[in-house]
């Protein structure tokens, strides 16, 4: 911990806040259990405060409708989502330079804490495939996703225009800094539909994000498209040789905000800062592979417990990995969305 | 001691440009985001079609009178500034237009592309790029030439930074601005240029303004194509110059107001762009369709290539302030897309992808326009770094500067200087040679005469000068001839041995002009008269003119050839 922060938490964890309850919200499972271990617990015996852990969709429409009911104070959101729920008052704001000094704002990587979320991890949206269904050269490009007659066999896709649409244009040959401005534009989308049309009859569609790292596993499909740490899971459990394609992977930000209903504000934002130090961001990155939001923590990063696995090789935005990458433009996802959703049942109906 | 000052100066006005050309591009982004010029801003408010439609045609209706207002009331020089001011001040080593001018100029630009006028950013920002090297103007450092040297630094950096291409900012400073390869230049140039690239990449690691990555080709007969496409870019790029330079003085004719001309020309971009976007701004996107195979249908590329140089020409022409570069980037590439659909979709040719034919024909067309193959082609290289795609473009390039070069000019800013008074076509030595007149060499002390002056007289204020002839004048002033004592035998009075003066030069007269009429003149002074009303002004000596010329012949060597 730099010196700095360590005062700042001191400051914070010093202020009558110590009987203070909080009520944290995160998406449970393993990804709760993780956080559980690499923060949520040692901020409560360092605090002596009763930190309790609420479940829910990940929405801004579940803040609005359960926030204040349930006495919510930390929420877990994706970056797009808390910007909507800024924007609609339904977050604490917060002043980033009275939380962290000006170097640790520097730390923070793609982007720093705006006024209500601090960034605390990143996923992405990556393409995996079967190792065992090309025993000569492997996919290594989002272009091989879409090429069908070296990589021939099934395409596991969500049924949403989320990722696909980006991934179509990456493989058109358009640098990853212009894909969201060309995608903004009606000739963008029809090409990254009619790239995505070359490979339609080979596409097998899922909605829940487990899925595709099953589709790998039990054959239904060679590649998928799917979330980074689905196919850590199941690689690193032995149950199918699943490698991830780095290239053009889409990386996602996962914020911390405080519920603008909070009964305990200082205590929300100390727990902010603790999740947020690069001690805790490692300690959560070895559980799960899902990459620390400042540069410092990566240098922390060691051996999955439960694998004993190093796990800074799969951790997302990992400086190591080349090819290339693409942050998610929260902004524009949450304007656009129903834009996208009409032009891909449009799409849909056309290919079915 | 020459070498620091040049090395300093080359720092600091390289990188004072490149910042600026940094900023520029920063603003143009901003303003194109907030006035939802930009496909990412504009697709945001899908939701309200309404509001998106309104901007798109208020915009740059409401830009362009705040344009021409604004070039009317606070510039000096009541128009926009661009690479043309700066070659004639670098040439002639005479100041740039005043800086007030020059700050307008580049606040305008940045609003004529941020609120999506059809016009480019590099002329405005080679102009930026001069600005800061004209700043040396005022130093006395004791080395010649300074201040153009200055400026070829401002813009090579421009350039540098905004390509990524340091090699290209070099030569477009020599190739257009400079016109002369002296190691006192291209050194400083050279450094100032690598200054440019230094802050864009490693400072601020900006991402170049367009990324092409391509395969190469595949075909050995695609040379072949694309030397075609080179004469196809030239002519599209010969109707689009006439067309750009037709428009200002007709539009002048039909609208008085210079502001409401511009507010026209965006009304026009604004309705255009309601059926057909792309038309917009700069059109850094539709550019990078212009790479993907099939982005566009035959149909529609026809449309958006004529909506696209109509539209350049008008803002240009009306007085928005902004560069053709740019359009013309956009223009050939699409011209390239055309033809390339041509040749593979319907003649069935096999080809390696649209994106060489897109290439090739954007620097056909653009190197066609600024007249600089050498930058054009290095530019693809820079931008690429890949040796097929450079060959192919630079095909394009030659064939595209052999037809316009022949058939319209060297270039627009040549052609846009020639219609000054400054003619570059037979070269720098030329135009320099044309820019002085044969008024300002005149003879203080050459002898007239009047028609009723005793012949022995003015044949005795001759010999006391030591001049052979004099110039007879009536009352008026008017030449009626020259007076050569001894010529006719023995008259009495001037008047009744007058002869017609052989050569008589007019005070619009240039050096070049007077060299090539003085073949075969013998007689040891040329009378100079008013073009006007005819009215002598003076005489030159032969031997004073022969001196000038030898004079400027030796300063410009010198210049051209220094060492440092």
Redesign the interface.
């Known amino acids: 911990m730099r010196r700095s922060d360590f005062v700042s938490l001191c400051l914070l964890v010093a202020a009558p806040v110590a009987a203070e309850d909080l009520t944290v919200v995160s998406w449970g499972g393993a990804y709760e259990a993780a956080q559980r271990h690499a923060i949520i617990d040692p901020y409560a015996r360092q605090t002596g405060q009763t930190v309790t852990v609420a479940e829910y969709d990940g929405s801004w429409a579940a803040l609005e409708a359960r926030g204040a009911e349930d006495g919510w104070d930390v929420i877990d959101m994706l970056s797009d989502q808390a910007r909507v729920a800024c924007a609609r008052g339904l977050l604490l704001e917060m002043t980033p330079r009275s939380l962290f000094s000006s170097e640790t704002l520097e730390d923070f990587t793609p982007f720093g804490p705006d006024r209500c979320a601090v960034p605390q991890n990143a996923y992405a949206r990556v393409m995996a495939f079967d190792d065992r269904a090309f025993a000569g050269v492997k996919p290594t490009r989002i272009e091989d996703f879409f090429d069908t007659d070296r990589f021939p066999g099934p395409r596991a896709i969500q049924r949403s225009p989320d990722g696909i649409l980006e991934w179509a244009l990456l493989a ?4 990853p ?2 894909v ?3 995608l ?5 989308l029809r ?1 990254a539909f ?1 790239k995505l049309g070359t490979i339609r009859d080979d596409i097998i569609w899922w909605e829940d994000p487990a899925e595709p790292a099953d589709m790998l596993a039990d054959g239904r499909a060679v590649m998928a498209a799917g979330f980074n740490g689905r196919f850590f899971d199941i690689a690193q459990r032995g149950r199918a040789p699943i490698d991830i394609v780095w290239d053009g992977r889409i990386i996602g930000i996962e914020v911390w905000a405080i519920a603008a209903s909070t009964k305990a504000p200082d205590a929300a934002r100390a727990f902010i800062v603790h999740a947020t130090q690069p001690a805790s961001m490692a300690r959560f990155a070895t559980q799960i592979p899902y990459g620390p939001t400042r540069v410092s923590a990566f240098n922390r990063i060691g051996i999955n417990p439960q694998t004993g696995v190093p796990m800074r090789a799969y951790l997302p935005n990992a400086p190591q990995h080349g090819g290339r990458a693409l942050v998610r433009d929260s ?2 996802y949450a ?2 969305d ?2 996208r959703q009409r032009r891909f049942s449009k799409w849909l109906d056309w290919a079915e | 001691m020459r070498m620091l000052v040049l090395t300093g100066i080359a720092l600091t006005a390289g990188s004072a440009a490149s910042l600026a050309a940094i900023a520029l591009v920063e603003l143009v982004s901003l303003l194109n985001t907030g006035l939802l010029v ?3 801003a ?6 309200l079609p309404w509001l998106v439609a309104t901007t798109t045609v208020l915009v740059p209706t409401l830009g362009g009178l705040i344009v021409g207002l604004v070039h009317k009331h606070l510039s000096p020089a009541q128009r926009p500034l661009g690479p043309p001011d700066v070659i004639e001040a670098v040439q002639f080593h005479r100041p740039l237009p005043g800086l007030r001018s020059g700050l307008v100029s580049t606040g305008t630009a940045a609003l004529s592309l941020g609120a999506g006028a059809s016009v480019g950013q590099y002329g405005p920002m080679v102009y930026l790029g001069a600005i800061f090297g004209s700043f040396a103007h005022r130093l006395r450092l004791g080395v010649p030439n300074l201040a153009s040297i200055a400026i070829g630094c401002g813009v090579a950096a421009a350039i540098s930074t905004a390509f990524n291409a340091p090699i290209a900012g070099v030569l477009f400073a020599h190739e257009v601005v400079l016109r002369h390869y002296a190691t006192r230049a291209f050194a400083p140039v050279t450094v100032a240029s690598v200054t440019g690239y230094v802050i864009a990449n490693v400072i601020f690691e900006r ?1 170049a303004l367009f ?1 092409i ?1 391509s395969p190469g080709i595949t075909h050995g007969y695609e040379f072949a194509l694309v030397a075609v496409l080179g004469l196809v870019v030239a002519m599209a790029a010969i109707l689009f110059m006439r067309l750009l330079l037709a428009v200002g003085p007709t539009l002048a004719r039909w609208i008085k107001w210079p502001e409401l001309r511009t507010a026209m020309a965006g009304l026009a971009v604004g309705l255009t762009a309601l059926a057909l ?2 038309v917009l701004g700069i059109g ?2 539709t550019l ?2 212009a ?2 195979d ?3 249908g035959l149909g529609e590329v026809i449309v958006l290539i004529c909506a696209k140089t109509v539209l350049t020409a008008l803002c240009i022409g009306a007085g928005f302030s902004g560069g053709a570069f740019s359009p013309s980037l956009l223009i050939g590439s699409l011209i390239g897309v055309f033809f390339w659909t041509l040749a593979s979709g319907v003649a069935g040719v096999p080809s390696s992808g649209a ?1 060489i034919y897109a290439i090739s024909g954007m620097m056909g067309f653009a190197s066609a326009v600024i007249g600089a193959p050498l930058t054009c082609i290095l530019i693809v290289f820079e931008l690429t770094r890949n040796y097929d795609v450079t060959i192919a473009a630079m095909v394009a390039v030659v064939f595209s500067n052999l037809l316009s070069h022949r058939a319209f000019g060297r270039s627009l800013f040549d052609v846009q200087l020639a219609r000054r008074g400054i003619d570059f076509s037979l070269g720098r030595d030329r135009a320099h040679f044309a820019a002085l007149k044969v008024v300002d060499y005149l003879q203080p002390d050459a002898v007239t005469a009047a028609a009723e002056d005793a012949a022995q007289d003015v044949s005795d204020r001759l010999q006391a000068r030591g001049w052979r002839e004099a110039f007879v004048l009536d009352t008026d002033g008017t030449l009626v001839g020259v007076f050569t004592p001894g010529a006719q035998g023995t008259a009495t009075r001037v008047g009744s041995d007058v002869g017609p003066a052989r050569l008589v030069f007019h005070d619009t007269t240039d050096l070049a002009e007077a060299m090539e009429r003085l073949r075969g003149f013998v007689g040891d002074a040329v009378p100079v008269v008013s073009q006007e009303n005819g009215t002598y002004l003076g005489a030159v000596s032969e031997a004073d003119l022969v001196s000038a010329w030898l004079d400027e012949g030796v300063r410009l060597r010198r210049e051209e050839n220094a060492a440092i």
């Open positions: 058109e040959g358009v640098p800094e212009q969201y401005g060309l903004s534009t009606d000739r963008g090409l009619r902004g524009w304007n656009t129903k834009l | 930009a496909p990412k504009r697709v945001q408010w899908e939701s991402p990324r990555e976007p792309d850094t996107s990078r369709f790479t993907i099939g982005a566009f994106a």
